[in-house]
């Protein structure tokens, strides 16, 4: 299941990344970070002058003989990084040759795994909920370490998709769940009537750094029904009727770009990095590739 | 533009049907997707999605409309007016000779005319009238003076061709008193122009619009046909024919002879363009019967290549020379093959037991009822004598009567004749410039022949025309040789028979095999019978015996079948073949093509939408 996931080559790659946060940790847990808080470690961070009650083995003693007066040298408190994983599971993610829920969680595999080499935690929500594999999901919520990798991984490739999605509010309420903001990565086709605005806008007012993959299936891209069709909304069985021909499909494909690109401008506007995939695109693409580039790992 | 058939707007109400299935659902393919949000975004930026906007910018929908609106304005049929001038008289004639059966139109010249005739018909206004006129041999009123275009219609349609010459001035003169006081009064003459009798008819200023039929002229027919004794052989008959290429092209064929419906021989012919070929078959005859002449050459009217010749067996004629003196008058008798001379100096029963007889300066005590040649017979009531003529100058003859064939009458020079007025049975054969000097005709059933002078006063005798023209004129007096050529009849005219019988009525077969019956009036001995349209061999059974005739077209005029481009009437005036039509034209077909074009396109259009 581990291999399906991801093979042992690229796993092998992953180990050698890490994710660029380029913010500080927030975290309270100690990890390979580092943050803005001072505590101890071989990274020094500056001096401050001597209170009453400082530790004194912290005095600069060499400081003091020049001086003659009193400094604290403060070290950076190395912290871990909290990396969020928002993972779309809705219905619209079942479709797709290949299936888009697929790509997308190996995407979230390969960041997870980036994260866990990294020593950071990561925090995958899965949304929508789901009562068949919610023990999954909640295993999923919280790991740490590179020991819980592989667990990671197999609880991943065990999730099923369905139901019905709203992305604006399982972002939201993953903003205000996460006790420390950290990095936040969004997979998900995007294709929600209700939008992703103000979801989006939430992690980012709660100061996460958010990274945004979009995962359309090459039919979405590129349709191949032609004719008279009556097309049904898997999540929420609307309904819309279409006459399909080759010689508007310039006229989707417009279509396409334009809701593509307003959601690009949306997150560029907020300095969010955003990718669009194909599920038929190699993971080493995007991962080794295109995220490498943006410097979301490196 | 008016409309001939304006209900026809009521089809306009299909047009909201077609919208309104259009706003129907149609049937779709159900397809499951991820979502439907891209979708809708595509639609809402290609068309609108109301009811009523959604049929805006639905080409196929626009085309459908323009489909229909083709097709109705079609079936409106509406037309351009050429002239609007309201109740008009117009006179259709129709040619029905044989030489509208050429097929060098499609199918025929006359089914060209007629449809031409049907679209003047469907062009007519209400007040307008009109009367159609067939001419053929006779000249038929197939509808009297009427708006009624039903009737008009009818009337078109029942007119056949016939296989008769064209005889237009009858038609002409009918249709002249009728338009003769109305300024709007039309004669429209559907003709191919193979019309010789027009230069006796006077134009005077008829309003006469000649539409020309016919392209072009591909055709070879028998002209003339005879079947004479032979010569030198009294059992054996000489069958002439004269064949026309009336075509600008070299034709070769076969010209095949039959008699009784047995072949007889074959002969191959070959003519330049417009080119006449006589052709003589001589064979033997042991019957009465119908030689058939048969042409077998690839051209574009039928009805001048079959021909068919009565053909009686010469009897022995029995002549009653009725002379004091003989000589050379009897001479010239005898030398005349197969004919029984007998000689007296009076008439004791009337001639009856003899075919001919001949007066010779002899006043007998009873006038023959047979046929007669009387030379210088003064006092009959056959002639009107007015006095004497002192060697009288021979000023013309004509050479084309069948008695001066071969007759010369050049060195002849006469001491004294008769002066006579001609009577009205007969015509003058030989005139000095103030009397007839040879009369011939037929008074009632009897034909006579009348000399005015005696031949022993003249240097006639001693020419080599006198016994030819003695033998002439024992060939045209032969009873036999006349029931010969009153067997035969041109296509069109009547046929009359001496009945031996009491019969009173006779039952005629036609060549197509219809029969008919024809009543004989029980005064006349004669059967009389005037449908003779078609070409063939007619079997006339009266109960108690049978006989037949044949009808003929041999017109040199109707073989002649190239299309003349104008009329002459009269010495001066002509017609010309009009090429623009004063019908209305109707647009409808145009219509109709345009509807079809649209809705190819439309089909095309509908799959590169769904493709």
Known sequence: MVDTLLSPELLRRLEQLELLARRRAKSSVKGERSSRARGHSVEFADYRSYVAGDDLRYLDWNLYGRLERLFLKLYEEERELPVRIFLDASESMTFGEPVKFDFARQVAAAIGYIALCGFDCVSTVVFPEHESDATLRAALRMVRGRKSALAFLRNLAALTAGGPANLNEALRRGAVEARHAGLAVVISDFLDPAGYEQGLGALIGRGFQVDVIQVLAPEELEPTTFGDLRLVDSETGAQQEVTFGRHRLTAYRQTVEAYVRKLRDFCRARGVSFFLASSATPLDELVLKRLRQAEVVG | ?611
């Not at chain 2, 003589?280 to 042991?286: A, I, L, P, R, Y």
């Not at chain 2, 009959?380 to 100058?393: D, F, S, Y």
């Not at chain 2, 449908?531 to 009266?542: C, I, M, S």
């Open chain 2, 1 to 611: 533009m008016s409309f001939l058939a304006p209900t026809a707007f009521a089809f306009a109400a299909a047009i909201p049907i077609v919208i309104l299935f259009y706003l129907l659902k149609r049937r779709r393919v159900v397809k499951l997707v991820p979502s439907t949000l891209l979708w809708q975004r595509f639609l809402a930026e290609t068309q609108a999605s109301a009811p009523f906007q959604k049929l805006r910018k639905n080409w196929l929908l626009v085309l459908q409309l323009l489909l229909l609106a083709l097709v109705i304005l079609a079936l409106a049929r509406p037309f351009f007016a050429g002239k609007t001038a309201a109740g008009r008289l117009i006179v259709v004639i129709l040619d029905a000779s044989a030489s509208m059966q050429s097929t060098d139109e499609s199918p025929s010249r006359f089914e060209r005319a007629r449809r031409e005739a049907l679209d003047l018909v469907n062009s007519l206004h209400e007040t307008d009238q009109m009367v159609v006129l067939l001419a053929a041999a006779h000249t038929e009123v197939r509808q009297s003076p009427t708006s009624n275009k039903t009737a008009l219609r009818r009337a078109l349609q029942s007119c056949q061709p016939s296989d008769t010459p064209t005889r237009l001035a009858e038609a002409l003169k009918i249709a002249h008193p009728l338009v003769k006081d109305r300024r709007d009064a039309e004669i429209h003459l559907y003709s191919d122009g193979a019309a010789p009798d027009l230069t006796e008819f006077e134009f005077e200023g008829l309003n006469v619009a000649y539409h020309q039929v016919g392209r072009r002229a591909l055709n070879v027919g028998i002209i003339s046909a005879e079947a004479r004794a032979h010569p030198e052989d009294a059992r054996r008959r000489a069958v002439f024919a004269s064949v026309f290429n009336a075509s600008s092209n070299n034709v070769s064929g076969e010209l095949e002879l039959h008699f009784d419906g047995t072949f007889v021989e074959t002969r191959h012919i070959e003519l330049g363009p417009r080119e006449t070929s006589p052709q003589v078959f001589t064979v033997s005859q042991e019957k009465d019967g119908v030689f058939t002449l048969r042409l077998d050459v690839p051209d574009e009217l039928a009805a001048d290549n079959e021909v068919h010749v009565a053909s009686l067996m010469p009897k022995p004629v029995n002549v009653l020379l009725v002379t004091r003196s003989g000589g050379y008058l009897e001479r010239a008798l005898r030398v005349v093959p197969n004919l029984n001379l007998a000689v007296a100096e009076d008439i004791v029963d009337e001639g009856a037991t003899y075919d001919i007889v001949v007066i010779d300066d002899v006043l007998p005590s009873s006038w023959p009822t047979v046929n007669t040649l009387t030379i210088r017979s003064a006092p009959t009531n056959w002639v009107q004598v007015t006095g004497r003529v002192e060697a009288p100058l021979i000023v013309d003859w004509k050479n084309t009567h069948p008695l001066l064939r071969f007759v010369n009458f050049d060195e002849v020079q006469i001491a004294e004749a008769l002066r006579v007025r001609t009577p009205t049975w007969a015509v003058p054969l030989v005139e000095a410039s103030d009397t007839p000097l040879v009369l011939a005709g037929e008074i009632g059933r009897q034909r006579v022949v009348w000399i005015g002078f005696d031949t022993m006063q003249s240097t006639w005798p001693l020419r080599i025309s006198f016994p030819i023209f003695v033998a002439n004129a024992v060939e045209w007096l032969n009873p036999a040789s006349t029931r010969s050529s009153q067997a035969m009849v041109r296509a069109g005219d009547p046929i009359r028979m001496p009945l031996s019988g009491s019969a009173t009525n006779a039952v005629v077969q036609l060549p197509d095999g219809t029969k008919r019956t024809v009543p004989i009036d029980p005064g006349v001995r004669e059967f009389a019978f005037a449908d003779t349209a078609r070409n063939g061999v007619y079997k006339v059974d009266t109960g108690e015996g049978q006989s037949w005739f044949c009808v003929n077209l041999l017109d040199p005029a109707e073989t002649d079948t190239t299309p003349k481009s104008e009329l002459r009437f009269g010495r001066y005036a002509r017609a010309l073949a009009t090429t623009l039509k004063p019908a209305n034209l109707e647009l409808w077909r145009r219509l109709a093509a345009a509807a079809l074009a649209v809705m190819m396109f439309e089909w095309w259009f509908y799959h590169r939408r769904t493709a």
